[in-house]
């Protein structure tokens, strides 16, 4: 089994900043891509940032230029820097990560429990 934990989250005004962590542990081969989404009241769960294992980005256009995805793969642990927030990123923000437990594994998905990020006006 894998788990994968979230921290960093909070309440900050508009236009400030924030860092969320992950940290993946168990058992664990390799990661291949990880990722964030975020799930607002009354929303569906949307994809924002993803990275994969050689570190290549994407992110949603809702977020481009303000948030910044990264990875450290010796400590299995994925982050994203936020930057001029809005009250509109409000949400429940979740990581993802497809992980193998074995070379000859397909990759599964695990989910973190989520952490609240909440912007004030």
């Known amino acids: 089994q894998v788990q994968l934990v979230e921290s960093g989250g909070g309440l900050v005004q508009a236009g400030g900043s924030l860092r969320l962590s992950c940290a993946a542990s168990?058992?664990?081969?390799?990661?291949?891509?990880m990722g964030w989404y975020r799930q607002a009241p009354g929303k569906q769960r949307e994809s924002i940032a993803a990275?994969?294992?050689?570190?290549?980005?994407n992110y949603a256009d809702s977020v481009k230029g303000r948030f910044t995805i990264s990875r450290d793969i010796a400590k299995n642990t994925v982050y994203l820097h936020m930057s001029s927030l809005k009250p509109e990123d409000t949400a429940v923000y979740y990581c993802?990560?497809?992980?193998?437990?074995?070379?000859?594994?397909?990759?599964?998905?695990?989910w973190g429990q989520g952490t609240q990020v909440t912007v004030s006006a």
């Open positions: 993802n990560a497809n992980v193998r437990a074995r070379w000859y594994d397909r990759g599964i998905d695990y």
């Open positions: 168990g058992s664990i081969f390799s990661i291949n891509a």
């Open positions: 990275i994969t294992s050689a570190s290549i980005t």
